[in-house]
């Protein structure tokens, strides 16, 4: 929230007006992200005033937590050799993602200045930025802290002391043996309760969960969450220990796949960065397309109601159930869509629970479709309409709910399997489909049994 810095917004520039010596003393009051969010709201000169007057490790914690244009924008407003001692204090992927993140020649420069000021940064930068930004490797950290076996856990308590500054966590020890592979993992908690003279190897566990530096960075977030893990250790070739995901980075992870499914559900091809930070033309782009799309898929709803013209000329009344109609289909298919996906993304349905899934959606629109069948035919009996529109409405709304349970359902398992996001099949989408599978429904139905209706009003051949 800003209401933090929106409050001291004004304090601030008091100080930067009168007195700039007095802001250190402020900003160790509050809490970094606020600090972060007081940058976003301040302009350039004043932000990177700012910055000036912190240390390089109190920047640093600040610098990380702010979005990727201001960090472009605070880089090019304070120069490489400004922002480099910054950098050099930031967490390993905090710092790759910064430099990853900016143009390519100016990444390049302040990498070449990092290794001047800090050549072990560097290397973590160089070591971390081979792994793809989506995956294990591009969310670790090198930033752990890693012991030998032969350790008492009194002098493994000495060694988290002494490495706890630099360490992005320090609730999990791991235990590294040559060439850094992983033997085991000790939890803060076990040494804390163990006996000062045990033995690291009588506290450790020697089963420890982890993933390739491969691994998808949605695969990594459901393993953490269904483990409540608070890091997870990333392992190259003969069990090597390449770095740890912490909790914040998943999280981070979370709200950004979950962002782009929204989005995605919406019709709309997801954005980067924020709302405001979004331009207009980029907007209009990412909106426009599937737009279009969905636009010219409508068109196919009207080819089908041109296809039937003739009906609806012989009974005018059969358009007035097509809104009630359609708008049924699109939701019952977005329906099963959204929760189709959902269980895709957390793990709680699979590709290969096809059949089942079918099962249980065939049921679910079958009931449902015979409950709005019930309402329906009701109330045309009302209107009075006659016993053909009711029979019309009852068997059309028991098909569409089916038609669209199943088909919304099938849609994102049948993209999932042939490696596309599932939730491109946004509910826009589902609704289209099923509004021409809907629209050929009805009109046969009606065909059927407003046959001696139509064929009374038919102008002769």
Excluded at 133 to 159: C, H, N
Excluded at 340 to 354: E, Q, S
Aim: aromatic share 8%; net charge negative.
């Amino acid at each position: 929230m800003l209401r933090m810095a929106v409050a001291i917004l004004p304090e601030v520039r008091q100080l930067l007006r009168e007195d700039p010596s007095q802001l250190g003393a402020l900003m160790e009051e509050i809490h970094d992200e606020d600090l972060a969010d007081l940058l976003g709201l301040l302009d350039e000169n004043e932000a990177a005033q700012i910055l000036r007057t912190l240390k390089a490790k109190d920047a640093a914690t600040i610098f990380e937590r702010l979005d990727e244009g201001t960090q472009e924008a605070m880089v090019e407003h304070l120069g490489i050799e400004s922002i480099a001692p910054i950098a050099a204090e930031m967490a390993a992927d905090e710092r790759t993602d910064l430099i990853e993140g900016l143009p390519d020649q100016v990444g390049e420069d302040l990498l070449e200045r990092l290794e001047k000021v800090d050549p072990e940064a560097a290397a973590e930068v160089e070591a971390l930025a081979r792994w793809p930004e989506d995956s294990a490797g591009g969310l670790m950290t090198t930033d752990y802290v890693a012991v030998p076996l032969d350790l008492t856990v009194a002098e493994v308590i000495q060694r988290i002391r002494t490495a706890a500054a630099e360490a992005e966590t320090v609730y999990y020890i791991y235990v590294v043996g040559t060439s850094n592979r992983l033997l085991g993992v000790a939890s803060l908690r076990d040494l804390l309760l163990a006996s000062p003279d045990d033995k690291l190897g009588e506290v450790m566990t020697e089963n420890v969960f982890t993933v390739g530096p491969d691994t998808d960075q949605e695969e990594v977030a459901r393993t953490m969450a269904k483990y409540d893990f608070a890091a997870l250790p990333v392992l190259g070739s003969d069990r090597k220990l390449l770095g740890v995901i912490t909790f914040d980075d998943v999280m981070d992870v979370l709200t950004q796949e979950q962002t782009e499914d929204v989005q995605r559900f919406a019709g709309v091809e997801p954005t980067e960065e924020g709302y405001f930070n979004t331009t207009f033309w980029t907007f209009i782009r990412k909106r426009g397309t599937w737009l279009m799309v969905l636009f010219i898929s409508e068109f196919f709803t009207g080819t089908a109601l041109r296809h039937y013209s003739s009906v609806i000329e012989a009974v005018a009344k059969l358009s007035f159930y097509v809104p009630l109609l359609i708008s049924t289909g699109g939701n019952s298919g977005s329906q099963s869509a959204s929760l189709i996906i959902r269980g895709l993304a957390v793990g709680d349905v699979k590709v290969t629970d096809w059949r089942k899934v079918l099962v249980r959606e065939f049921g679910q629109g079958l009931v449902l479709g015979l409950m709005l069948a019930t309402v329906g035919m009701l109330r045309v009996w009302m209107w009075g309409d006659g016993i053909g529109f009711v029979f019309t409405i009852g068997f059309t709304l028991v098909a569409i709910p089916l038609m669209g349970c199943t088909v919304g359902s099938m849609l994102p398992l049948l993209l999932r399997r042939v490696g596309i996001d599932p939730a491109t099949s946004s509910t826009p989408f589902i609704a289209t489909l099923i509004d021409v599978l809907g629209i050929v429904v009805y009109f046969n139905v009606a065909q059927i049994f407003l046959a001696h209706v139509i064929a009374e009003h038919l102008p002769p051949h």
